[in-house]
């Protein structure tokens, strides 16, 4: 699976912004999808995860209420809206892809995807 990530730019805290990875290379639907990010000086960490069939979804805490991932399959894209930012969400985010045996699986922990795109840049202002 080839992905290809956009949407990052700079925006004020409170501000928004929406992430899309495009899936290439293999059938999007088999794999459950999940968005990572990877600040300075930092290591790369999990922010959400999504099954492949869109109905099951996990975040870590820090991002809970103000980050949503989706997915649409017709269009071989995962999203990651990002509302009420903050300095601290910015970073490099990632998205990653797996490929699950079962439709409501959520892949949590940067081990278990197989294939990652190559990043776009959030910054948040204060």
């Known amino acids: 699976v080839q992905l290809q990530a956009s949407g990052g730019g700079l925006v004020q805290a409170g501000g928004s912004l929406r992430l899309s990875c495009v899936a290439s290379?293999?059938?999007?639907?088999?794999?459950?999808m999940g968005w990572f990010r990877q600040a300075p000086g930092k290591e790369r960490e999990f922010v959400a995860g999504i099954s492949r069939s869109g109905n099951s979804t996990y975040y870590v805490n820090s991002v809970k209420g103000r980050l949503t991932i989706s997915r649409d399959n017709s269009k071989n894209t995962v999203y990651l809206q990002m509302n009420s930012l903050k300095p601290e969400d910015t970073a490099v985010y990632y998205c990653?892809?797996?490929?699950?045996?079962?439709?409501?699986?959520?892949?949590?922990?940067?081990?278990?995807?197989?294939?990652w795109g190559q990043g776009t840049q959030v910054t948040v202002s204060s």
């Open positions: 990653a892809a797996k490929a699950t045996a079962q439709a409501r699986d959520v892949v949590i922990g940067l081990s278990g995807y197989d294939y």
């Open positions: 290379g293999r059938t999007f639907s088999n794999h459950a």
